[in-house]
């Protein structure tokens, strides 16, 4: 399984970016897919993830703000990011799992939020 992340970039606070992440495999077929965030100095945190049905999680810091979707003919997961903050800076990788098969992450998307 592999995974593309696109979209980051330098924004000012209050702008807004959209993230993609594109599979190798069928979206549907994975457990749950999603980001992790690592920012400067910080240990990797879960920002937002879709799982098995179509639920969605979200860190309680970017609820209201980011929103995940996915694309199943373009096996892509999407992360609206809006309002953006400085602590949003980042590393963002996506993430997608399958218990006991795959637990494989992208190479990561650099976003940078001004004040």
């Known amino acids: 399984v592999q995974l593309q992340a696109f979209g980051g970039g330098l924004v000012q606070a209050g702008e807004s970016l959209r993230l993609s992440c594109t599979a190798s495999?069928?979206?549907?077929?994975?457990?749950?897919i999603g980001w992790y965030r690592q920012a400067p100095g910080k240990q990797r945190e879960f920002v937002a993830n879709?799982?098995?049905?179509?639920?969605?999680n979200y860190a309680d810091s970017v609820k209201g703000r980011f929103t995940i979707s996915r694309d199943s003919v373009k096996n892509t997961v999407y992360m609206q990011m809006s309002d953006l903050k400085p602590e949003d800076t980042g590393v963002y990788y996506c993430?997608?799992?399958?218990?006991?098969?795959?637990?494989?992450w992208g190479q990561g998307t650099l976003v940078t939020v001004s004040s």
């Open positions: 495999v069928n979206i549907f077929s994975v457990t749950d």
């Open positions: 993430n997608a799992k399958r218990i006991g098969v795959f637990n494989t």
């Open positions: 879709i799982i098995i049905g179509g639920r969605t």
